[in-house]
């Protein structure tokens, strides 16, 4: 039994699940016009990216419903035919769009679960301790 390279391919073939998953998620959210896109700064620290998403959700949720529907409804498309600057939710749409298609070329990289990481070996060390009780379950059942 190969723990490492096992558990190294289906990390692997995780992440690139994922990945594919959230691909389809933005493009089918992308196509619902009533779905709402709310920018976050990848830039800012977890705790900033957590207040400042909270509070702009914060304020919509205080707006009138014909604001709120003219920032969820405007077209992307009219806005720039008209001079007009985009609402948020459409720059936000736009800028999903233009990193979607980056999205194709996207190449899994573990960061955390590496060779020769001490989170690596604690998982393997994990693993291995539960194959030796299901072999312990299995020969039990067989006796």
Known sequence: ???HNTFADFVDDFATATRQYAKKQMQWF???G???F???NMEDDKATRVKDTASLITDMCKVSRNDFEAE???IADKGRAH???LSL???TKLDNEKQGKGMKFFVSKRVKLVDGSSDLAKVLAEADECTRKVQSLETGKSK
């Open 30 to 32: 992308r196509k619902d």
């Open 1 to 3: 039994m190969d723990d």
């Open 72 to 74: 969820l409804y405007c």
């Open 38 to 40: 709310v920018p976050v």
């Open 89 to 91: 939710s459409a720059q």
């Open 34 to 36: 009533d779905f709402f």
């Open 83 to 85: 001079g007009a600057t």
